[in-house]
Nanobody, 116 residues
Framework: QVQLVESGGGLVQAGGSLRLSCAAS????????MGWYRQAPGKQRELVAR???????NYGDSVKGRFTISRGNAKNTVYLQMNSLKPEDTALYYC??????????WGQGTQVTVSS
């Protein structure tokens, strides 16, 4: 069983920065990817960024050039550095671990609110 705990959300003014952290407990050695998704009220959950076991990273179009995903040395942590935040980045951000493209584990979510 994998458990994910996020931290680092909060309230920030537009143009500001936040850094999200996610720590995984349990075995994620065989995970295909670890990353971040977000969901705003009334919208579908969308990819923000993910890091694959092969070393590649993928970003949602709306965050490219502003957000950076990174992994901790032990590979059981993932970070999301968010710069130049916009009000439209306001959402509940979820940490995700994926196995074989099928099995997913999710954190409880951390709220990010960007004021204009």
């Amino acid at each position: 069983q994998v458990q994910l705990v996020e931290s680092g959300g909060g309230l920030v003014q537009a143009g500001g920065s936040l850094r999200l952290s996610c720590a995984a407990s349990g075995s994620i050695f065989s995970a295909n990817a670890m990353g971040w998704y977000r969901q705003a009220p009334g919208k579908q959950r969308e990819l923000v960024a993910r890091s694959t076991s092969g070393g590649t990273t993928n970003y949602g179009d709306s965050v490219k050039g502003r957000f950076t995903i990174s992994r901790g040395n032990a590979k059981n942590t993932v970070y999301l550095q968010m710069n130049s935040l916009k009000p439209e980045d306001t959402a509940l951000y979820y940490c995700n671990v994926n196995f074989n493209g099928v099995r997913n584990y999710w954190g409880q979510g951390t709220q990010v609110t960007v004021s204009s």
